[in-house]
């Protein structure tokens, strides 16, 4: 009697397990139904094993596979995923097919895109910004500190498709050309808004000189020469400032 309550006891473990009415047979010398007859006696039925629970994990195996693949694809769950994207194309609103795009472009581009979709998504929704998103000149756009390195959270920002033009425009200039020794001592003499308010000069005309890489001859005469010197502190002498005028002949703009 103790052997078969053991025996009846391992069955229903096996059934509840996963274990077909044939396998249990198989492994106990008894028939399948014989082990059906032992699992009606105490109460089990079909849906509490077998079968039914084999084919429940396997569906439960196959949602953590997805669920995985999703997270490791797009950085978020299916259910997020599909919360923005939806089940049907948005056409050209497609928060997806938009990834993808500035994806593409980026590595058309050669550069280094390390923002999976729920990253890029994410950033957008902060910014307040993703219904104004667009090329249009009131637009905003995905940015890159100082326009360089990779595309990934912790080197981008959401900007006017304005300032990023302009950003990168001044910033390929800058890069394309050798510094001049005015671009260095304005540097020396603590940069453009320094030396703009110590000169009475604006910033942009600096940015300009610092770019033809002179000095009007004029600031000798009227003592912004030895100021520019002085803000150096030492960098550069009077002589060494002078140095970097303009001959007579060329054409000077105060």
Known sequence: MSFDKTKHTTIITLFKQGRTLRE????????????????TRHGVSSQDGGRTV????????????????CMEKHGCTIEQYMAVCGHHSQGA?????????????????????????????SIWQESGKWEERGR????????????????EPANVYIGTVVH??????????ERSI??????????AA?????????????????????????????????????????????TYSLDAITCLCRSPSEKEVA
């Open 190 to 234: 603590g940069g453009r808004k320094v030396v703009s308010e110590a000169l009475n000069t604006p910033r942009a005309y600096l940015s300009q000189l610092a770019n033809d890489g002179y000095m009007p001859r004029s600031w000798l005469d009227d003592g912004r020469a030895s100021i520019l010197a002085d803000l150096t502190c030492g």
């Open 164 to 173: 990023n033009s302009t950003l990168g425009r001044t910033l390929a200039h």
């Open 24 to 39: 249990i047979g198989h492994l106990h010398s008894i028939t399948g139904e014989r082990v059906r007859q032992i699992l």
């Open 54 to 69: 084999r084919t429940s994990k396997k569906k439960v195996a196959i949602s953590k596979s997805r669920e995985a693949a």
């Open 93 to 121: 609103k497609s928060a997806s097919l938009a990834f993808i795009r500035q994806r593409n472009h980026a590595r058309s581009r050669g550069v280094e895109w390390n923002l999976k979709f729920w990253d890029w998504y």
């Open 178 to 187: 050798e510094r001049s020794d005015m671009h260095r001592a304005i540097r």
């Open 136 to 151: 249009g000149v009131n637009g905003y756009c995905m940015c890159r500190n100082g326009d360089e390195g990779a595309y």
